[in-house]
């Protein structure tokens, strides 16, 4: 007897589709993997479930009562809970006070402190979580404010709870801590829906699947009656696996030099690239290979050590970097590369006015006929040059800010997580500009934590652990367990595991 | 049905990037009703007066550097108290030298000093900018005062704690009598040459902010800062520069306000400068939030601000005390217009797609 039921499930944004007629059902006390690449509509399907968004059609079924127009509220009160990836927690308050948060224990209109640290205490030893309520949520570490999410939603009675991505941010004894106590609330009758990329994890921890692909219903069953490389195909899609796009290249000699270059996060990075290569950066989040990518482009400054393009130094400030033709398109559009207020072509041209600001007026002519070019080359579909850039869609707005540094003429690129939240036809052109960039002769470092990503487009892999680089692979060597296996520093464990 | 629908979207956009137009002309028509009431007839002569007012001039050149603060989301407070301690000097300088170069190098340059002080306070003191020009209002306010009170009446021109052009320089026949109140007449029209340094200043800023890379990199400030920085703007440099701009600005207004008052009083004028400025800013439909604004619309936010003024003055047993009173209402219905106006449209489209889908 499942628990939630969603039929039919159609969603669609502006033109694009974004979900086509998907079904998931839990059964009671059961963690149920939710799988799809990026993009394959998880999170809208989640955010329909949760009353975030409206379905355009579907039914959905839970706790055997139907919520034809879900709201937040109705399905919070209904005991659906959303443990989302970036959380939701407030830092400047305590954990007890976050439990308790917009249901705080009262006595005449005041705050019952203690009560309430006495309760979340008690919580806390029924689940076996290790936590002191009286602390400040900012002193703690990323896994213990999932945790603390995860203990909120059950305090507040959640029968189902939703988690997105949890053990991005975990290391490995933090994440069997988690699995243990996932184990644990499952005997008590909770379900979960599990997202994750993990394919171990996913392994270790679920019961049941469901993958998704392009908005689309692709097939569920039981973990135990299937096969990790099932579930990828499945995920990745028939045609997506034929589709390979690289091909070696003839590298050129060295170009970028990094030696014993330590910033916030790393230290002591050696790496040559060349001229017309391409090199991942990949790691678990909070590996220090975002924070070298940002410390390679003056974004944060350098603490020791010295890089070098085309045999020059660089340091110092962001204008010092871009001179010496170096470019970064930061991870987070949203946050870091998007100027909301001005238009596509202001949004466009941007960095390459910081580096011709001698000339101080703008000729508007000249700059809309390169960026016509840029827009035949890069792809852009974009009406007007003066419409603001919230108008595109994701996919066309990192094309516009990839064209904003393609503009500057730079000859190093550094792409911090360039497919991130973009749609899977526009990720696929995003690796074929790629290519194409190092075909030319630029070099191009990428960061990201999605290997078929790095399949596609790398040269080499560079893994990082805990700010140092561990392991680099070659492109042929490339394969999503090997990777996380470094990736996570178990590589001693599981060479017994696999020999 | 469809066609309405695009007209009415049409004059929505028209309006909300041009209100501070259609702003001034519903104010300017009430004017015309009221001067019509009162048993004359509405003439080119009550706008020459708008067009030549001080709060159109002085306030409004302040406002185009207030503008561009504000466009990067920061606030300056303390240009009534930079105007006051500017002209003092300017004024000082004059009475001394009796040179207009010198004294309007004095001007621009005091100014720009005030300026620079709250943007290096702000830019290199990461310190919040309504702090720190709260302080500067305070500190450049007392220190011309305290001064004032000091210092020999031949230099300030005046025993009265005031500052005043010495009558007896040469320059002074030119500076107040031809340009401070002097205008030029063209046919029957005739503008005042104040409203051209305004104008003129007017220009120069719009310019700056559409036609300049600089001025991108103002609008980029504002309207995200994180980003901003990554494409290789220097972010402290930028917010620095708008309170220098906004200095050179006050320097302007000061010679202006030397000019055409003739004196300055430490303890009473340019008073709550500040908040007409912002006022002004504000009816020239800039955002407060940072990252969107016109600079042209400066010139009709403070053009409709001195004629709010003058409609109020010339209604009969309305008193000035009750002035500010209706220059704070209109303020608050043109930004609860501009606020809540996309807010009441975006719910209206959303209640249409509600019932299309039903």
């Not at chain 1, 990828?232 to 997506?240: D, K, R």
């Not at chain 1, 290519?435 to 399949?455: M, N, Y």
């Not at chain 2, 407070?77 to 001394?96: A, E, P, Q, R, W």
């Not at chain 2, 005042?192 to 980029?220: D, E, Q, R």
Request: charged share 20%; aromatic share 8%.
């Amino acid at each position: 007897m499942p628990i939630l039921e969603m039929k039919h499930i159609s969603k669609s944004f502006g033109g694009s589709q974004a979900l086509k007629d998907v079904h998931l059902s839990v059964e009671e006390g059961e963690i149920h993997a939710l799988l799809g690449e990026n993009g394959a509509g998880k999170s809208t399907l989640m955010n329909i479930l949760t009353g975030v968004l409206p379905a355009d059609s579907g039914s959905i079924r839970f706790l055997d009562k139907d919520y034809p127009t879900p709201n937040i509220q109705q399905m919070e009160t209904a005991g659906i809970a959303f443990v989302h990836q970036e959380l939701n927690v407030i830092n400047d308050l305590t954990v007890a006070d976050n439990i308790f948060l917009r249901r705080e224990l009262t006595r005449f209109g005041l705050l019952r402190k203690k009560e309430q640290v006495a309760r979340a205490r008690k919580l806390f030893e029924d689940l076996g979580v290790n936590m002191d309520p009286s602390v400040l949520v900012s002193t703690l570490k990323t896994s213990e404010k999932q945790l603390l999410e995860i203990c909120r939603a059950l305090y507040m009675d959640a029968r189902l709870l939703i988690l997105d991505e949890p053990t991005t941010a975990l290391s490995n004894d933090e994440i069997d801590h988690l699995f243990g106590i996932l184990r644990r609330l499952k005997e008590q009758g909770k379900s979960f829906i599990f997202i994750s990329h993990k394919m171990p994890e996913i392994f270790a921890i679920s019961d049941r699947y469901t993958v998704m692909r392009n908005g689309e219903f692709i097939c569920d069953g039981r973990i135990d009656e299937t096969t990790p490389r099932e579930i990828t195909s499945a995920m990745v899609g028939a045609q997506y696996m034929d589709q390979d796009l690289y091909e070696p290249r003839e590298l050129q000699d060295e170009f970028l030099k990094l030696t014993r270059y330590s910033g916030q996060g790393f230290r002591n990075v050696d790496l040559s690239v060349r001229k017309g290569e391409i090199v991942a950066f990949t790691g678990l989040a909070g590996c220090g290979a975002s924070e070298l990518m940002q410390t390679m482009f003056g974004a944060l400054p350098a603490e020791g050590g010295s890089m070098t393009v085309n045999g020059a130094p660089v340091r110092g400030s962001i204008l010092r970097f871009m001179k010496r033709s170096v470019a970064m398109l930061p991870s987070n559009r949203k946050e870091n590369s998007v100027v909301p207020d001005l238009s596509i072509l202001e949004n466009f041209y941007l960095a390459e006015q910081r580096l011709s600001k001698r000339h101080p007026f703008i000729f508007r002519k000249a700059e809309e006929a390169r960026y016509q070019e840029q827009k035949e080359l890069l792809h852009i579909k974009a009406d007007q040059s003066s419409n603001g850039i919230l108008s595109l869609s994701g996919g066309n707005q990192q094309k516009v800010f990839l064209g904003r540094w393609l503009n500057t003429g730079a000859d190093v690129l550094l792409l911090d997580n360039p497919t991130q939240g973009v749609d899977v036809g526009a990720k696929e052109e995003i690796y074929k500009l790629i290519l194409g960039f190092a075909e030319s002769g630029k070099t191009v470092i990428i960061h990201t934590l999605e290997i078929p990503e790095i399949r596609k487009v790398a040269d080499r892999c560079v893994v990082f652990y805990e700010g140092r680089i561990v392991k680099i692979f070659e492109h042929a060597e490339v394969n999503e367990h090997d990777v996380m296996l470094w990736a996570t520093n178990a590589i001693e464990t599981s060479k017994e595991a696999t020999a | 049905m469809k066609e309405k629908r695009g007209l009415l979207s049409k004059v929505g956009r028209l309006w909300s990037q041009y209100s501070f137009i259609f702003v001034l002309l519903i104010i300017m028509v009430g004017y015309a009703f009221v001067v019509g009431a009162n048993g004359n007839t509405f003439k080119w002569s009550h706008i020459a007066a708008i067009l030549s007012s001080q709060n159109t001039c002085i306030v409004g050149t302040i406002a185009l550097g207030m503008a561009l603060v504000i466009i990067t989301g920061q606030i300056d407070l303390s240009v009534g108290s930079s105007l006051v301690l500017t002209t003092g000097v300017t004024i000082m300088v004059f009475n001394l030298t009796n040179s207009i170069p010198l004294m309007i190098l004095a001007a621009l340059g005091t100014g720009l000093v005030c300026g620079l002080i709250n943007g290096m306070l702000v830019g290199f003191g990461k310190m919040p900018p309504f702090v720190v020009t709260l302080g500067t209002m305070l500190i450049y306010r007392s220190l011309t005062l305290s001064f004032v009170r000091q210092i020999d009446p031949a230099i300030s021109g005046s025993s009265s704690s005031q500052f005043a052009m010495k009558s007896a320089n040469s320059a002074y026949e030119f500076l107040r009598m031809k340009f401070g109140t002097g205008q030029l007449r063209i046919g029957s029209f005739s503008i005042p040459y104040i409203t051209f340094v305004f104008l003129g200043m007017a220009i120069l800023f719009i310019l700056l902010s559409t036609k300049t890379k600089y001025g991108k990199s103002v609008y980029a400030v504002g309207s995200n800062e994180k980003s901003a920085r990554l494409t290789g703007i220097n972010v402290t440099w930028v917010k620095i520069s708008v309170f220098a701009l906004t200095g050179l600005c006050v320097g302007v207004a000061s010679i202006l306000q030397a000019c055409k008052i003739g004196n300055v009083t430490p303890a009473s004028s340019g008073v709550s400068y500040e908040m007409y400025a912002i006022a002004a800013v504000v009816l020239a439909g800039v955002s407060m939030a940072g990252g969107r604004g016109r600079l042209i619309g400066v010139i009709f936010g403070a053009l409709s601000y001195t004629t709010i003024n003058f409609i109020i003055v010339s209604i009969p047993g309305l008193s000035v005390d009750i002035q500010d009173t209706f220059q704070g209402l209109v303020l608050i219905i043109v930004i609860l217009i501009q606020t809540a106006g996309p807010a009441i449209r975006e719910n209206i489209q959303r209640l249409r797609k509600r019932r299309n889908t039903a």
